[in-house]
Nanobody
Framework: VQLQASGGGLVQAGGYLRLSCAAS????????MGWFRQAPGKEPEFITA????????YYADSVKGRFTISRDNAKNTVYLQMNTLKPEDTAVYSC?????????????????????WGQGTQVTVSS
C-alpha cells in the first residue's frame, strides 16, 4: 500500500483545510486508517483514526470537536476536515494504514503500530 497525503497549505487562525490521503491497491477497505502530525523538533502525534468500514472513529483531545475524519472506500481515500485551525496545529500531516484482523487494537495511537505510512503534507496556521 502506498499512501500520499495532499491538501495542506497556509491558512489563518480560525480557518479550515481539508486533507486527503490516497491509497494505492485494491484492499483499502482491509485497513484501519490514522492521521498523525509532526511539528519541527517533536515526535509524531496521533490525532485521529477511522475503522475499515468507517463505522468507528477516534480523536485526540487536541483536535476533538474541530477535526473530522472520513473515508470513501470506493475511492481508496481518507479525508481529514480541519476546522477552527490554531497556530499550534502547524505540522506535517501524514496518514497511516493498519491491516485489520491482526490482533491489534483500534485505535492504535503510535505510528509504529501501523503497517504503512506515507509522505505528509505541510499545514501552516498563521496567527
Amino acid at each position: 500500500v502506498q499512501l500520499q497525503a495532499s491538501g495542506g497549505g497556509l491558512v489563518q487562525a480560525g480557518g479550515y483545510l481539508r486533507l486527503s490521503c490516497a491509497a494505492s491497491g485494491r484492499t483499502f477497505s482491509s485497513y484501519h486508517m490514522g492521521w498523525f502530525r509532526q511539528a519541527p523538533g517533536k515526535e509524531p502525534e496521533f490525532i485521529t483514526a477511522i475503522s475499515w468500514s468507517g463505522g468507528a472513529t477516534y480523536y485526540a483531545d487536541s483536535v476533538k470537536g474541530r477535526f473530522t475524519i472520513s473515508r470513501d472506500n470506493a475511492k481508496n481515500t481518507v479525508y481529514l476536515q480541519m476546522n477552527t485551525l490554531k497556530p499550534e496545529d502547524t505540522a506535517v500531516y501524514s496518514c497511516a494504514a493498519q491491516k485489520i484482523n491482526t490482533g491489534r487494537s483500534f485505535p492504535t495511537k503510535v505510528l509504529n503500530g501501523y503497517d504503512y505510512w506515507g509522505q505528509g503534507t505541510q499545514v501552516t496556521v498563521s496567527s
